[in-house]
């Protein structure tokens, strides 16, 4: 097709049919004197030659080969030949990262580790794993353990010069797991026993190593400027020194020579303090970090000890007193002066225990181990009122022994608690939580947790992310509530008021912030009732105690016992011998509240407006309203905004008035609460305060009185005086607390005086009923 005519090209793509439209002019191959700025288009339209396969030729934009073989007129190849054409990229090319491996390290250390006396922890259980992994392998292979039979490690001090030497016999290593294992950052020797373990699907194989994560050796840089680990593998005849320096991108690994510090078989680890540091290395410090994180370590742990022993040593004689004893006599035997000595000596002692009390069977476990342990490990003085041995099994593997102490030390809005020490295969991690184990309500309950699951690096990041910790936190608190139940179904009754009277508040503190359990919080809390005298009821002894008409369950807050006991609120529940909940503590009112029911029944404060006892009589009611609406529109003309509305009373029976709550405002009780914060926002105090109700009671002489002088006289001053009064006394009797005493009605003040006076006379019938409501009351 070289050589063909345009004309015969035009026809070809006329025949190739009409979806296939030439743009554009075509060049013959055969025009010589053709050039590209001949035909040189407009950019707009070469995205039109893309659908033609156009192979680049010299750079040129569309020079084009027509030949038979690759017709661009060939309508079904168009698609395919695009594609290839979009798909041809670049080549890439793959680079490795790069890091400054001092300042990586660096990173690595300071950021899983924020407590450098971890260190020690760290290395302990790196030398307990190689002990592990030698146990395990002379099961099989018993020459193993020819050349040193005890399993131990060994903490030496160098205080003076700022040394820590930490040695055990576990299974060592060559010269290639030191470059394996110590010169790969992460690169866990643990990980690696365990997936071999694994792989090799061996039954009853102890999963139970420590560290996996390849990074706990590099903790000693923490502390220490320079480590040297010397190594012996039963394995191999030589022994190796590897030896790194802090800040160095590089290590060397050398053949120990010197024969005064080979060893059998295991590991020698030297730690070089830093300045700052060299505290780390008095053996008492030593001692106590043992028994802080790894007093139950499988092995025995043994520190380099300072001791002493008394003894009698013979005193030289002074020669003047010498010359004294010799003019005596002769023939008796004179005693040889002597003096109480100290000898030192330094020597090996054993630090830590090897059998926790919470891997044991609870079985065999008595009464006095779980108090002489919880004694010793909380610093306790008294015994627990109970403890729970568990072990958890599923998801999440754990053991705990939790406790709850029989005084209370902390506050209850105390954030953090040292309360719960948290394990991980027996090394102690962390006692600083903050609600990531127990919420703060329950943080006065005290144990221990040990943990297989959890990685022994953890932090309080993890802990707050874990889905194995929410669970373990959901479990714990299960089980911290069945423990306080066993309390309070105890016979003895005294044990839970010890714990009632120290821990109260924080159960109260549940109801508010724990919704979820809420269900198990309810039936530990204890109230005074209207039906006992200082004796505290559980809400189940109340549901048993209701009467069969009584649908709900009744409470009034006060700020005492003897207000709550006076109040004229209770005159018709007493009367139908209804009880009546008492919640005289600040938190009882709102622990209340958020509860909302117990046992589908609902609570209901008697001081708040629409109190329904069971015995409305609309009928009644609609002739008392007739006969006292106009009353209750003339006292709310002249009360005004001190009262939302009047309204007849239910509730009373001998008070002529009582001043009640709106429904979804404060109580009484909870606006003299608020109003006593220091920090108290005005704005939202008048906002909550609510409306009042003032209820008259029209089965009183008084109301009855002042309904017929409303009728006749509603001008008339004392009249308006009377309701005045009636008001100020309803205030103070119902709970609430003035906003300007100086206000209140001078005929008030003046009555108290006479009544405390005991100057109270007949002559005025009116004012001596009306002043028996606040004298009921309690208040002063």
Known sequence: MLGASRRSVASAVRSAGARCRAVGPFVSASAPSATESDYKLPDSLYRYFSTFSAPKNNGSKFGMHLNSRHSMLACSRLES????????????????????????????????YSNKEVFLRELVSNA?????????????????????????????????????????????MTRQE????????????????????????????????????GVGFYSSFLVSDRVVVSTKSPTSDKQYVWEGEANASSYTIREETDPEKLIPRGTRLTLYLKRDDKGFAHPERIQNL????????????????????????????????????????????????????????????????????????????????????????????LDPLASSHFTTEGEVEFRSILFVPAVKKDEIVSIKTKNIRLYVKRVFISDDFDGELFPRYLGFVKGVVDSNDLPLNVSREILQESRIVRIMRKRLVRKAFDMILGISLSENKDDYDKFWENFGKNLKLGCIEDQANHKRIAPLLRFFSSHGDDELISLDEYVENMKPEQKDIYYIAADSLTSARNAPFLERLHEKDFEVLFLVDPMDEIAIQNLKSYKEKNFVDISKEDLDLGDKNEEKEKEIKQEYGHMCDWIKKRLGDKVASVQISGRLSTSPCVLVSGRFGWSANMERLMKAQTLRDASSLE??????????????????????????????????????????????????????????????YEMMGSALAGKWTATEPIEAEVVQPFEAGGQK
């Open 290 to 381: 043992v028994k802080n994180y790894s007093q139950f370590v499988s092995f025995p742990i043994y520190t380099w000890q300072e001791k002493g022993f008394t003894k009698e040593v013979e005193v030289d004689e002074d020669p003047s007193e010498a010359k004294k004893e010799g003019d005596e006599d002769p023939n008796v035997e004179r005693k040889k002066k002597t003096k109480k000595v100290v000898e030192r000596y330094w020597d090996w002692e054993l630090t830590n225990e090897t059998q926790p009390i919470w891997l044991r069977n609870p079985k065999d476990v008595t009464t006095e181990e779980y108090n002489e342990f919880f004694k010793k490990t909380f610093n306790e003085y």
């Open 128 to 172: 307990s794993d190689a002990l592990d992994k030698l146990r395990f392998l002379s099961v099989t292979k018993p020459e193993l353990l020819k050349d040193a039979v005890d399993l131990d490690i060994r903490i030496q001090t160098d205080k003076d010069n700022g040394i820590i030497t930490i040695t055990d016999t576990g299974i060592g």
């Open 81 to 112: 030949t695009v594609a290839a054409t979009d798909s041809s990229e670049p080549p890439s090319e793959k680079y490795e990262y790069q890091a400054e491996v001092s300042r990586l390290m660096d990173l690595i250390v300071h950021s899983l």
């Open 687 to 748: 906002f909550m305060r609510g409306r009042r109700v003032f209820e008259i009671n029209p089965q009183h002489p008084i109301i009855q009185d002042l309904n017929v002088a409303c009728r006749s006289h509603p001008d008339d001053p004392e009249a308006q005086k009377a309701v005045d009064l009636l008001y100020d006394t309803a205030l103070i009797s119902s709970g609430f607390t003035p906003e300007n005493p100086s206000e209140l009605s001078g005929k008030i």
């Open 178 to 213: 030191l470059v394996d294992c110590l010169g790969t950052i992460a690169q866990s020797g643990t990980a690696k026993f365990l997936k071999a373990l694994k792989d090799s699907k061996d039954a009853g194989v102890d999963s139970n190593l420590i560290g996996q994560f």
